[in-house]
């Protein structure tokens, strides 16, 4: 069956140290997204991503890293440099436009 | 103020009641979204909204473009509905953004039986 792979579903962090948020899709779908998600508030945009070898930053790219070698793929970094990690992160994937968005079962990162 | 806003953030219903979830956005927008997600993190998506009223099974969407705001409603609610809803929106006039979407903080709905 299609859809996206999150993993891993729980991962632990120590201080300033970088960790990699894996995303994988066979669902054929050009546009890829990151978000993170706080207790109380919104799903927030990190990265997204049209088209392979292309993203964009999205509303709190700072402390973050991404790279869309392959289509299927979209993972992201968390570096040491984002000093407030501890959330849950989603990614996504749509076709063009207006589609929806097909969601991963996310990825919950804590620092030790 | 949030350009997504919706109420309330927490229902609580017995079972089989009907149930209505709102939705108020201060933005133009090219579609509407809601989701849901489960108490393990998944999100799946409902419906997406242009104009008019979307059914699937239980589940009803509107959308009053006008008026900015979109409801959700669960007729007959059972405890499996137990979960956040959220809404989000697709902004229009922001180039070729493909599905960048703005959503709101979610309702979370208990439904007991």
């Known amino acids: 069956d299609g859809g996206i792979t999150q993993s891993p579903k729980y991962l632990f962090r120590k201080e300033g140290q970088n960790v990699t948020l894996s995303c994988e899709q066979n669902?054929?779908?050009?546009?890829m997204y990151w978000y993170r998600q706080d207790p109380g508030q919104g799903l927030r945009l990190i990265y997204y991503s049209q088209i392979v070898n292309d993203f964009q930053k999205g509303d709190i790219a700072e402390g973050y890293s991404v790279s869309r070698e392959k289509k299927e793929s979209f993972p992201l970094t968390v570096t040491s440099a984002q000093k407030n990690p501890t959330a849950f992160y989603l990614c996504a994937s749509s076709m063009q436009g207006n589609q929806p968005q097909h969601f991963g079962d996310g990825t919950r990162l804590s620092i030790l | 103020k949030n350009e997504v806003e919706q109420s309330p953030q927490n229902l609580t219903a017995q079972e089989g009641e009907f149930i209505t979830i709102n939705c108020s956005y201060s933005v133009g927008i090219s579609a509407l979204h809601w989701l849901q997600q489960h108490p393990g993190g998944g999100i799946v998506s409902l419906f997406m909204l242009s104009s008019g009223k979307k059914k699937h099974g239980r589940l009803i969407a509107t959308i009053n473009i006008q008026e900015k705001h979109s409801s959700l409603h669960i007729t007959a609610s059972h405890p499996r509905d137990s979960a956040v809803y959220i809404c989000a929106v697709k902004p229009s006039g922001r180039g070729t953004s493909y599905g960048k979407l703005t959503f709101g903080q979610g309702t979370i709905l208990t439904v007991h039986p």
């Open positions: 669902l054929n779908h050009d546009a």
